[in-house]
């Protein structure tokens, strides 16, 4: 993937615009114990002696890859202020504005020499991000496939889904589960019965109706009688809508899938490369170098 030109770029046009997103001292990009950073990461502006980082929302520029020699854009400041840009806030400490109006800085790319029609836009992320991705090269290494097994390859070559009996026994890898399309609906549970009966509705197969689910016995038909669990991410307790033991009877397979837990997949492995693109040192202000 990346980013081609359409069209004849000439030298010094600006080839797509940037506003940025500041992350005030890199706040939801860590994990937690034994995980990664955010992916979200790769995608960011920042340097070094900073604890900022800056996310550019423009469409197509998270598209743009990196060469060290072949790049033909690099990053500016916007020259005008503007409703999208204020330059005055390069000058101040960046507590003072980014954490009340987020919104006010604008990056550009810019053509480094004339670009021909169907070029690969490239980008040199800077030397901090070639060192990071060279010791990346040198020290990664594959995991085995008894290690990691892509979820939907699993769901391809698994005709019968396993019970929760026969998983105590054979389990699957670690990382995944099982999870059903369903939509739920509080007016068809009570007091004396939290068992429904599962119903094909239009939309059903959209991601936000995925629950992860138990597979409790398998039936006649390739359907299955499960029990539906409420979503991973789910932080609060009012977000929880799925009862206590909710089950569910006669899914069809074709709305169970075997998917990949939340955090678990090949992009958030131990050793997966995390790094910010770098903003060049004549570019980035001095006062926001807070970890020099």
């Known amino acids: 993937r990346g980013a081609i030109a359409t069209r004849r770029i000439p030298n010094g046009t600006?080839?797509?615009?940037?506003?940025?997103?500041?992350?005030?001292?890199?706040?939801?990009?860590?994990?937690?114990?034994?995980?990664?950073?955010?992916l979200l990461r790769n995608y960011c502006l920042g340097h070094k002696n900073s604890s900022m980082l800056f996310y550019p929302y423009a469409p197509t520029i998270n598209l743009i890859n990196h060469h060290s020699t072949r790049y033909n854009v690099k990053l500016r400041w916007n020259n005008d202020d503007n409703s999208l840009h204020y330059s005055k806030w390069l000058l101040d400490q960046p507590s003072e504005h980014l954490l009340t109006h987020p919104y006010g800085l604008l990056m550009e790319f810019v053509a480094t020499r004339e670009i021909f029609e169907g070029e690969e836009i490239l980008l040199d992320y800077g030397k901090d991000w070639q060192d990071a991705w060279?010791?990346?090269?040198?020290?990664?290494?594959?995991?085995?496939?008894?290690?990691?097994?892509?979820?939907?390859?699993?769901?391809?070559?698994t005709k019968e889904l396993r019970t929760e009996?026969?998983?105590?026994?054979?389990?699957?890898?670690?990382?995944?589960?099982?999870?059903?399309?369903?939509?739920f609906d509080p007016t068809h549970t009570s007091s004396s019965?939290?068992?429904?009966?599962?119903?094909?509705?239009?939309?059903?197969?959209?991601?936000?109706?995925?629950?992860?689910?138990?597979?409790?016995?398998?039936?006649?038909?390739?359907?299955?009688?499960?029990?539906?669990?409420?979503?991973?991410?789910?932080?609060?307790?009012?977000?929880?809508?799925?009862?206590?033991?909710?089950?569910?009877?006669?899914?069809?397979?074709?709305?169970?899938r075997i998917s990949e837990k939340v955090y678990a997949t090949d992009q958030h492995l131990p050793n997966?490369?995390?790094?910010?693109?770098?903003?060049?040192?004549?570019?980035?202000?001095?006062?926001?170098?807070?970890?020099a």
């Open 165 to 183: 009996e026969e998983l105590q026994t054979n389990p699957y890898p670690s990382h995944v589960h099982t999870t059903c399309f369903y939509m």
């Open 272 to 291: 997966a490369f995390r790094h910010e693109i770098v903003i060049p040192d004549d570019m980035f202000p001095k006062a926001w170098m807070d970890l």
């Open 193 to 256: 019965s939290n068992t429904v009966k599962w119903e094909s509705k239009r939309g059903i197969n959209e991601l936000r109706y995925l629950y992860p689910c138990k597979i409790l016995t398998r039936d006649p038909g390739d359907l299955y009688s499960v029990e539906i669990l409420n979503k991973e991410d789910l932080v609060s307790q009012k977000e929880k809508e799925i009862p206590l033991g909710h089950q569910v009877t006669q899914i069809p397979r074709r709305a169970i």
């Open 14 to 38: 600006v080839v797509a615009p940037a506003p940025l997103v500041p992350i005030y001292g890199r706040i939801g990009m860590f994990l937690g114990k034994d995980r990664n950073d955010q």
């Open 134 to 157: 060279d010791h990346h090269v040198q020290t990664w290494s594959s995991p085995s496939t008894m290690e990691f097994q892509y979820a939907r390859e699993l769901n391809r070559a």
